[in-house]
């Protein structure tokens, strides 16, 4: 640890800060997506078709699945 003199260690009042940027990044994005949906321009569509596919498309968990079991066995 020679080469940190100033290390900035994890106190509660950066875990709150942390927490507060964290929750207001999310707010942001979701009002973000909120309000494409609403926007009724023919840009939009695209957008929206894309929004749509990523939270619509199954994921394929098995092999999140079979690593994890391999682990555990």
């Not at 106190?11 to 507060?20: A, I, N």
């Not at 909120?34 to 929206?48: C, D, E, I, R, V």
Request: charged residues 20%; glycine residues 6%; aromatic residues 14%.
């Amino acid at each position: 640890m020679h080469g940190f003199i100033a290390e900035k260690r994890k106190t509660p009042k950066r875990y709150f800060w942390r927490l507060c940027m964290q929750t207001a990044g999310a707010i942001g994005v979701f009002f973000m997506i909120l309000s494409l949906f609403g926007w009724t321009a023919p840009q939009a569509a695209p957008l929206k078709e894309a929004v749509q596919e990523c939270f619509t498309t199954d994921a394929d968990v098995m092999p999140v699945i079979k690593w994890l079991n391999a682990d555990t066995v």
